[in-house]
T-cell receptor, first 117, second 108 residues
Framework: GAVVSQHPSRVICKSGTSVKIECRSL??????MFWYRQFPKKSLMLMATSNEGSKATYEQGVEKDKFLINHASLTLSTLTVTSAHPEDSSFYIC?????????????FGPGTRLLVL | RKEVEQDPGPFNVPEGATVAFNCTYSNSASQSFFWYRQDCRKEPKLLMSVYSSGNEDGRFTAQLNRASQYISLLIRDSKLSDSATYLCVVNDDYKLSFGAGTTVTVRA
């Protein structure tokens, strides 16, 4: 099956710093990637949809200036949490889809646990 | 109203038992449906798609009721390894909406 990687798997940072999370599709070209956030015992919430070569589409309530998304190539999307605060501590998961493979299926990365102190 | 709602459980069942649970969704125009499995502190993994006619994959059976806007998952002959959180997922124009999950614990 398709493989999606994320890096780092976990990060601890001080309040006010910025954190970059990478999402890579390893064996197919992902025209669309998605970024989700999951708080403990809660559902995954879509933050934004990232399309290669264009601006990301953010969900309502997600600040685009705080969560910067770059999808510069067909295999890499990055999410940067700028000026992170403790309330940004969460499990961030990316997924990738490729319409040429039947774009309904999303392949999830292993997630990144962010803890902001 | 949440787009996808699930009974959070937990469902505690002995090995070999059958367990079933439902999920309701709010958008009648939703196009496709899935069950994902999520283990503790891991990413979701696709368990199975849900088709209109209902479908089976080994010990797992999924049903879709469009009229009542719910889907169900039934697990037969539960194994210890089935212990996980099962996420109901609805696809609308390639955007997935997730339920908060139903936790199943299978005990020896």
């Amino acid at each position: 099956g398709a493989v999606v990687s994320q890096h780092p798997s976990r990060v601890i940072c001080k309040s006010g710093t910025s954190v970059k999370i990478e999402c890579r599709s390893l064996d197919f070209q992902a025209t669309t990637m998605f970024w989700y956030r999951q708080f403990p015992k809660k559902s995954l919430m879509l933050m934004a949809t990232s399309n290669e070569g264009s601006k990301a589409t953010y969900e309502q309530g997600v600040e685009k200036d705080k969560f910067l998304i770059n999808h510069a190539s067909l295999t890499l999307s990055t999410l940067t949490v700028t000026s992170a605060h403790p309330e940004d501590s969460s499990f961030y998961i990316c997924s990738a889809s490729n319409p040429q493979r039947g774009g309904e299926t999303q392949y999830f990365g292993p997630g990144t646990r962010l803890l902001v102190l | 109203r949440k787009e996808v709602e699930q009974d959070p459980g937990p469902f505690n069942v002995p090995e070999g038992a059958t367990v079933a649970f439902n999920c309701t969704y709010s958008n009648s125009a939703s196009q496709s449906f899935f069950w994902y499995r999520q283990d503790c502190r891991k990413e979701p993994k696709l368990l199975m798609s849900v088709y209109s006619s209902g479908n089976e994959d080994g010990r797992f059976t999924a049903q879709l009721n469009r009229a009542s806007q719910y889907i169900s998952l039934l697990i037969r002959d539960s194994k210890l390894s089935d212990s996980a959180t099962y996420l109901c997922v609805v696809n609308d124009d390639y955007k997935l909406s997730f339920g908060a999950g139903t936790t199943v614990t299978v005990r020896a």
